[in-house]
T-cell receptor, first 113, second 114 residues
Framework: DAKTTQPNSMESNEEEPVHLPCNHS???????IHWYRQLPSQGPEYVIH???SNVNNRMASLAIAEDRKSSTLILHRATLRDAAVYYC??????????????FGQGTILTVHP | NAGVTQTPKFQVLKTGQSMTLQCAQD?????MYWYRQDPGMGLRLIYY???????DKGEVPNGYNVSRLNKREFSLRLESAAPSQTSVYFC?????????????FGEGSRLTVL
């Protein structure tokens, strides 16, 4: 299974942009890149996903490298409520291992007022 | 729309006792998952069910069994609980639309084994 690598922690100031990186050098052509975040004492929640092109939604933007070996989750203006653990995972579209979704350690984002 | 519902939310067991964690989703999703999360750690996959009628082992299946009762329900059973199984357990589901379907998680079940 393709794996992802993220920094253990990052810090930001409130109302500043945050760029959370994820490396996935063994990504396959059918892997989608998904981002989730987990607020304290809650279950993870979906943030955004993409395949090849950059994506935007109300929560964040996802920038995907041209070779797809890395991606960056962008929070345009961090708020204190964005303090969470952010997970980058790859979801394979098919094959015998379909459905086996594993998470790494994620990045702990601290936002300072 | 309830999404993914887990019961119970909290449970305390003694070593050797058995229990079942229940999970139900009302989104007509094909795939369901059980994860555990130890304090300060990431999520680890215990078992998953890619579709109704199938179950497969994840990263840490030892000490657990699962049942995909129907399309809505996926239960996790601890036959003989051990202190090492003290953790927060999350159930998740997603639709089978290739890689596009997002995961939906329950609120978690906090289990303590004494």
């Amino acid at each position: 299974d393709a794996k992802t690598t993220q920094p253990n922690s990052m810090e930001s100031n409130e109302e500043e942009p945050v760029h959370l990186p994820c490396n996935h050098s063994t990504i396959s052509g059918t892997d989608y890149i998904h981002w989730y975040r987990q607020l304290p004492s809650q279950g993870p929640e979906y943030v955004i996903h993409g395949l090849t092109s950059n994506v935007n939604n109300r929560m964040a933007s996802l920038a995907i490298a041209e070779d797809r070996k890395s991606s960056t989750l962008i929070l345009h203006r961090a708020t204190l409520r964005d303090a969470a653990v952010y997970y980058c995972i790859l979801i394979w579209a098919g094959g015998t291992s379909y459905g086996k979704l594993t998470f790494g350690q994620g990045t702990i984002l601290t936002v300072h007022p | 729309n309830a999404g993914v519902t887990q019961t119970p939310k909290f449970q305390v067991l003694k070593t050797g006792q058995s229990m079942t964690l229940q999970c139900a989703q009302d989104m007509n999703h094909n795939s369901m998952y059980w994860y555990r999360q130890d304090p300060g750690m990431g999520l680890r996959l215990i078992y998953y069910s890619a579709s109704e009628g199938t179950t497969d082992k994840g990263e840490v299946p030892n000490g657990y069994n699962v049942s995909r009762l129907n399309k809505r329900e996926f239960s996790l059973r601890l036959e003989s609980a051990a202190p090492s199984q003290t953790s927060v357990y999350f159930c998740a589901s997603r639709d089978r639309v290739g890689g596009r379907g997002e995961l939906f998680f329950g609120e978690g079940s906090r289990l303590t084994v004494l």
